[in-house]
């Protein structure tokens, strides 16, 4: 075990948190900020005006930037900072998802530079100062709100990138289940594997076993499991809805890695996927490509995989090889339960997409991606196959 | 569900970590601090002269300040905030376990205020500044290099008290498991014990079932249980040595608290017993009290210890009642099994102190104790015979 945790995030979970955010802003002595939001469903439900009057009553002034789209835009990002950078804005305040938190993320760490951010994404720059920022959380899914990630996608190079930095943590998340209960079945259901991916992704890397940060994932993933069976058919339980929220959180915040690492393998290909057909919703894509990474990968570490299958899926097998396959299978069954694609034909992908997939993956083959064993173009192409 | 989730401290965690520290505290702008230990073993074992190093290498001035004892004095840490003023330090680092921390936390409450700190123990006055502090820990149970909360005893009083302030937050915390190899086998099961007693005083607390929490909680308890049985026997397993630390900090950081509580009611009654009787250390006081609060207290919700005793100690049994009985009745015997004591006459206590003891705890019947129900003089009372 050895390990940085820092996880400074204040959460304020529960009902009506939202109502608090003018008077936490205003804690920080910030005096003025930009608000970004993505479609018009925060309006419609009167999120959107919850916010603007807690922002008045504790006289802070703000700037109104709606249209933040999912896998958000670098586009996008650079006409926020400028308008931040005119505004003078002091803080960010995202009111979504992790698409907007992400957004609002890449504005505040291109706000106080002239470095343009797609630099920070590729890795060619490294960011030294943000302003802060926070969120309202409407989404259960990326776990940015507690996160030091965020991604960005360029469609002038069909590439979509991340980049984590401490800058990135948000000062506060506010996260009130209430505000997912309008999220539909088929984005519930992605966060849900977005969430079970982000603590795979950690879980299935190359370290001896660690009793408490393993558990803590097995749990976080069987207690979404179980949530996300109460939620297809009950949107509006509570209880349910906060688990899914706040595994969301743990599943990203540096909890789920502590004695391991974030390979984010899978992410990275998903990356590409998305990258480069915009309409595959994150999660969606996650859902088919986990599955063929494990049944490509499961044989580099079958104790590993045994491991997950007994613990997580409840399989009896006694043998770890039948026991791995069993556990991926069960992980597939699950996600397609609850109504996952199973394959990127699904997605209207065709298979002579393969190599140009494979292709911006590896950033044509001059890298690998971190994983059991590196997955170069070939090893990339043989789990995008398994993915149809 | 409804919390608040702040754990801003950051962990260096791992072998060697301890050589970071001056360079930490330099990054913090700092120039002048305060070093606190406890007895001379930080000094035998090198580690002081470490951090010595560490700091001079970084042009980090400082007072050294020793002889903090277990459950550390308000006269010490008076003593302490006049240095600390005197020397004008920004900031006080603790090298040692839970009683050195909490020294270091009251000493950074008082030392940039006129107010005495027992005011803040008491609850009469609300801190609303502090020094940073920082720690390098050598003892896995109190917590304190995460949680908001610390400890003091007034002797003139023979009262100990707590005082929970996020100020109280350490900045970061060096926690390397190596420093604890030549804690003796008892002082490690007191920690156990600590640890142990931390989760289940939230686990234990008025609120419905918490999936995630619960499952987290659960998950601490019998890691630490199984690293508890290897250190008995291996007391130099890194492993065993890293979840047993590891545990410490997350069992009291607030995690296990989200969506419940921490009611502390089996630490309050120990407070009183070790408030009294300076010879028992506290997680050997936790060990006896635990199992008798919880044979006290069971039938008040025993659905709840039936799930304890089920997924933290395999039991099997399907009756709840029964089931709750077992599940206490192996806690106490593993408390038992890593050398802790069973009574309270171990410690030399006779029952005669039984209703002083009673008194110290509910200050002379004027305040109750949170619990399943509230714990007036009598309740503390049965509770303490039970505990003989």
């Excluded at 980049?163 to 539909?184: G, K, M």
């Excluded at 079958?302 to 097998?317: E, S, T």
């Excluded at 770890?320 to 699904?346: H, T």
Aim: net charge neutral.
């Amino acid at each position: 075990m050895d390990f940085t945790f820092h996880a400074p995030t204040t959460v304020h979970f529960g009902k009506g948190k939202e109502n608090l955010v003018g008077s936490l802003i205003k804690e920080l002595n910030v005096k003025k900020i930009m608000v970004q939001y993505g479609k018009s469903s925060v309006i419609k439900s009167g999120l959107l005006d919850k916010v603007k009057k807690s922002l008045t009553d504790n006289g802070i002034q703000f700037v109104l930037l709606g249209g933040v789209e999912p896998n958000p835009k670098l586009s996008f990002v650079r006409k926020a900072i400028e308008i931040a950078k005119e505004e003078k804005v002091e803080m960010l305040l995202a009111v979504g998802g992790g698409s907007v938190i992400d957004s609002c993320k890449y504005t505040a760490l291109g706000a106080v530079t002239d470095i343009d951010v797609w630099e920070f994404a590729m890795g060619r720059e490294k960011p030294i100062l943000a302003l802060p920022v926070a969120c309202i959380l409407t989404l259960s899914a990326a776990g940015s709100e507690m996160s030091n990630s965020a991604v960005i996608t360029n469609l002038d190079l069909n590439m979509k990138k991340g980049c984590s930095t401490e800058l990135n943590r948000c000062v506060f998340a506010i996260c009130n289940p209430e505000l997912t209960y309008t999220v539909n079945k088929y984005q519930t259901a992605c966060g849900i594997v977005d969430i079970m991916a982000h603590t795979m992704e950690r879980y299935f890397t190359d370290y001896p076993d660690t009793p408490l940060t393993d558990g803590i994932a097995e749990v976080i993933l069987k207690s979404v499991i179980d949530a996300g069976k109460v939620l297809m058919n009950d949107p509006e339980n509570y209880d349910a809805r906060a688990t899914v929220m706040w595994a969301s959180s743990l599943s990203h915040n540096g909890l789920t890695a502590c004695g391991r690492e974030n390979y984010l393998a899978v992410h990275q290909i998903e990356h590409a996927v998305s990258g480069e057909f915009d309409s595959v919703a994150h999660g969606a894509g996650l859902a088919v490509l986990f599955p063929a990474w494990a049944k490509y990968i499961y044989k580099q570490n079958v104790k590993r995989f045994a491991k997950f299958a007994r613990n997580v899926w409840g399989v009896l097998d006694d043998d770890d090889q039948s026991a791995s396959v069993k556990g991926i299978e069960k992980m597939a069954c699950y996600f397609a339960s609850i109504g996952m694609p199973k394959s990127l034909s699904e997605f209207g992908i065709e298979k002579s997409a393969i190599d140009r997939l494979a292709n911006l993956c590896t950033f044509n083959k001059t890298r690998t991606v971190k994983s059991y064993i590196p997955l170069g173009f070939n090893e990339v192409k043989q789990i995008l196959e398994l993915s149809f």
